[in-house]
């Protein structure tokens, strides 16, 4: 018989293996716990199951965390793990710290990526394959496992290596796991799913069991741009397809999209560029995220200027557009955005 990763089932489905073993009910919630709540690696550190409760359980399911191939530590406390998957296949997952007790997760969804977005690191890989929802999930397993005591994940961004919404069925069934009290037992807003615009998608996802936060990446206001920077997932959902079916969204209690916008010297940093957000967001409940590009070696374009953004960030300021800048963590270890590509520096 073949054995089940418990972590490619479901929470039911864990149930149901454990009424084929003939145990009580709660052993599931048992079972459940030691992986979600108390972050145990084997079943051997199940120690309310007994021995021959754990070795009968062994025979039918397999259960382990990722392994992590190697690990980086920022000068700004910014972690990375490169995780080698069964398959030898290999993804990025970065831990950020921020203010007093935040700890972000930044996630991987595919291995490469189906886009192909001109600024992106990731993108030169292409697409290897999706990520299983078991390999999302033990991303978040696997650090908060090895974190010190005390320490917790209190946010998850579907930002990593990948296009979230073009595995959507693993990501969906990954965040419920994230928010469901049986789970992680997040909050929605703390769960953010970043995606490039796969308009049908976002639509799937958020009428979906997962209604978390959404960013969109929209890096650009002319489709000439857009299509020259994201070409792939401009010309499915070009610019005013996107902001229509962002603008008809149903979002749970006053939840806002936010919009993350790459600074790019001299490609989309203009005050007209800056002139022509405000009006494609004009009436949203949204948030505008700059991010100051990241360089990496080989790549194309040139970070904006400190001077620009901020001029950039006035201008939107001066409309009422809720502006933030985003402060980059990890660039030191190629850990910030755009910079995941599985290869480790030596
Ligand atoms: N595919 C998803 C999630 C991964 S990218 C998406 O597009 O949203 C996460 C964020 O990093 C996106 O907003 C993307 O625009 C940004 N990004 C990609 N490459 C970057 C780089 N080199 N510097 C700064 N941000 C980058």
């Known amino acids: ?39 145990a690696g084997d079943f051997d550190a199940m120690t309310d ?9 062994s025979e039918v399911a397999t259960f382990a965390h990722l392994r992590a191939k190697s690990h980086l530590e920022s000068a700004d406390g910014t972690e990375k793990f490169l ?6 296949k290999q993804i990025e997952t970065v831990l950020i710290r921020s203010e007093k007790k935040r700890r972000t997760l930044c996630v991987s969804s595919q291995v490469g990526c189906t886009l192909d977005c001109r600024f992106c690191l990731t993108a030169e890989q292409g697409l290897k394959r999706n990520l299983r ?22 946010n998850v961004v579907l930002m990593g290596m990948g296009e979230p919404l073009a595995n959507l069925k693993a990501v969906t069934e990954a965040c419920v796991r994230m928010i469901s009290p049986t789970g992680l037992n997040l909050a929605s807003r703390r769960v953010t799913v970043s995606t490039a615009g796969l308009v049908p998608q976002i639509k799937e996802l958020l009428s979906g069991p997962a209604s978390v ?16 920077i994201m070409p792939k997932v ?19 209690t006053r939840r806002s999209i936010t919009f993350e916008y790459v600074m790019l010297a001299e490609v989309n940093d203009s005050l007209e560029d800056a002139a022509r957000l405000v009006q494609l967001t004009k009436g949203m409940r949204c948030k505008i995220n700059l991010i100051p590009f990241n360089a990496y070696p080989g790549g194309r374009y040139q970070p904006s200027s400190d001077e620009q953004i901020l001029k950039f960030q006035d201008h939107l300021h001066q409309h009422k557009i809720r502006t933030t800048i985003r402060k980059s ?6 850990a910030a955005c755009g910079q995941l590509t599985s290869q480790f520096a030596d």
């Open 133 to 154: 929802v078991d390999e999302i999930i033990n991303q978040f397993l696997t650090v908060q496992a090895i974190l010190p005591e005390g320490e917790e994940i209190t």
């Open 234 to 252: 401009n010309q499915l959902y070009p610019l005013r397809e996107l902001m229509k079916a962002c603008r008809t969204l149903s979002f749970p």
């Open 83 to 88: 995780f080698e998957l069964e398959d030898g």
């Open 49 to 57: 199951l007994s021995k021959t409760d754990r070795q009968d359980l």
């Open 329 to 334: 963590k990890g660039r030191d270890i190629l």
């Open 213 to 228: 936060n959404l960013s969109i990446s929209l890096n650009a206001t002319t489709d000439a741009i857009r299509s020259e």
């Open 1 to 39: 018989m073949k054995k089940e990763n418990l972590l490619s089932l479901s929470f039911e489905e864990i149930r149901s293996l454990v009424e084929t073993l003939g145990w009580k009910k709660y052993r599931a919630d048992q079972i459940l716990a030691w992986i979600y709540k108390r972050f």
